[in-house]
C-alpha cells in the first residue's frame, strides 16, 4: 500500500494541529478512547500495531484515558515505553466519547485522523481498507454495520429497533447524496482538511454525525463490517448517551432550520424589487 500524502490545513483552537517537534510527523493518527479497558487493550494495541506495520504508513496511536481505575493508563505506559508510536493521553476529570477523541485529535499533527473502540468490537484488521478509502480521495471512510454485508451482532431487537430509529431521524440532516447507512459508527476515518473552522460538541458519542452534517465533506465510503462481541469489561451505553445523543440531534435540527431561515430572508431581501430604493433604516429591517 502506498504512503498518504495528504494537504494539511488549518484547524481552529478545538481541533488544532499543533507542531510537533522532536519526532517525524505522522500521516495517519488512531485514537483509541478508554475508561477501564484493561482486559482489552494490550492485546488490542498488538493487534492494531501489527496491521498498521503491514501496510507502509507512518502512523501513531493515541490512547486517550478518562482516569481509568483499572490500570489503563499504566498498561499503556508500559507499551509506549517500548514503542514511540504509542501515546497515552490521560483527561482529568472529564466524560464523553466524543471530547475523548477530540483531545485526541487536538494532539496530533497527522493529515488523516481516525477513532475505534476499545473494546475489540471494532476490528483492526478493516483500517486497510479504510486507509484505502481515503487514499482513493474519499473524504471520510467508515466501519459500517448497515451498509451491504454489514451485521450488527447479536443485538436484540429493542436494540436494533433504537438503532434503526436513531439512523432514520438523522437522514434529512445529512446531505443529499452522500448519505451515510451508518452515521451512528464508532469507527471511522476522517481527512483532517475537511474539519475546518468547526468547534465540535465535546459531549456524547456521535461525533461522526456531527461531521457529516456539518463538516466540509463531499464524498464517503463505507465498508462493511461485522460488529463484534465485547471481549472483556462492561458497556459505556447508558441513559445518559441517549440523552447526550437526543441533546446533539436538537442542537443539529435547530441550526438547520436557523440556516434555511436565513438563506430564506437573503433570497426574499434579493427579490425585492425596491430593495435598491430602500433607505439605510429599512435596509436594517430587510436585514434582520
Known sequence: MSSIAISQSY????????????????????VIPTLCEAG????LLEEVRN?????GVNYEILVVDDESCDGTGELVKRVAENDPRVRLLVRRGERGLSGAILHGWRHSDADVLG???ADRQ???????????????????AIGSRYTKGGETGQWNLLRRLWSSMAVSVTLPLQQRGIRAKDPMSGYFLVRRTCLGDICFEQSGFKLLLEILVRG???SIQEIPFAFGQRASGTSKANL?????FASLLLKLYANR?????LKEQTKTVRNLPEAEEATSSERVTLRR
Open 11 to 30: 484547524m481552529p483552537d478545538s481541533v488544532s494541529a499543533p507542531a510537533q517537534k522532536g519526532r517525524e510527523r505522522a500521516q495517519f493518527a488512531l
Open 40 to 43: 482489552n487493550i494490550l492485546e
Open 51 to 55: 496491521v498498521l506495520d503491514s501496510v
Open 115 to 117: 477513532v475505534m473502540d
Open 122 to 140: 471494532h476490528p483492526p484488521a478493516l483500517l486497510p481498507q479504510l486507509l484505502q478509502a481515503i487514499l482513493n480521495d474519499r473524504d471520510v
Open 216 to 218: 466540509r465533506i463531499s
Open 240 to 244: 445518559r448517551v441517549a440523552r447526550d
Open 257 to 261: 432550520l436557523q440556516l434555511s431561515g
